[in-house]
């Protein structure tokens, strides 16, 4: 199915799976939580460079995947799969996670169509691990499946603040280009040449900003420092997931409220030719 969706359209994808979470569980109920906060009255649909999301017949909502319960190899295909055929129509996809475990197939999908795709990965974690206790798909793997499985240009990694011996060893052994929380300054300014795919983890926030993630890790960025990364890099955005609320952690609904606000921007950014 293929939702109607043209080339130049923005779809949005729900990906409701938890299985592959290491802590908590809990994420696999955030896509319709980001999407009650995008639509709840509060506030619009618009992004800050004026781009009203609900005045265009461009975005399109296509539903959520049947993965809720699902762990191991048959999510992950399903995954690429279905986001496969919605990028062959044209149409640039927007994922809401889930878990990070989906980032590895839906990276994967992308550069299967993009030559010489480059990833912005913005998140507390570095997720290189080469396996987990609940398997090499866990969230905490994704990127050392990508790197292994798929043709990248670079990767970039913001925000991180938890790497340890083992992921400083498969980041040095990937190429992986790290800005760690300790060398962030609100000027830095990336640059990419081609197209660029962009994971965003909520846990890339301090907790102060985004408390409904399944692991707090202080000494975050900012809502707006993020916002701020999202419109100003430079580079041909292509694709993007935001991953890992946890609506169990969320007073009030306010992580959901960050998640849908990131949803305008990024949407915003890729209705862009």
Known sequence: MTYDLKPGDVALMGIPLDGHSS?????????????????????????????????????????DLDVFEMRGQEPI??????????????ARLLSLGGDHSVAFPLIKAHAD??????ILHI?????????QDIGPFGHGCPFARVMESCQINRLVQVGIRTMNKHQREQADKFGVEVVDMRSWHADLQLSFDG???????????????APGVSHHEPGGLSTRE?????????????????????????????????AAKFVKEIGARLLMR
């Open 123 to 131: 998140d507390s974690h570095p997720d290189l691990y080469d396996t």
């Open 23 to 63: 802590f908590l569980q809990g994420p696999a109920f955030a896509p319709n939580r980001i999407r009650e906060a995008l639509h709840c009255g509060a506030a619009n649909l618009t992004a800050e460079d004026g781009t009203d999301l609900g005045a265009t017949d461009r975005f399109k909502d296509t539903g």
């Open 226 to 258: 993020v916002i701020d990364l999202i419109h100003r890099f430079e580079g041909q955005l292509v694709g993007a997931d935001i991953v890992e609320l946890n609506p169990h952690r969320d007073p009030n609904g306010m992580t959901a409220m960050v």
């Open 77 to 90: 295909d399903r995954i690429e799969n279905e986001a496969a055929a919605r990028i062959a129509t044209g």
């Open 113 to 118: 169509r993009h030559q010489g795709l480059n």
């Open 195 to 209: 197209p660029v795919y962009l994971s965003l983890d909520l846990d890339a926030l301090d907790p102060a900003f």
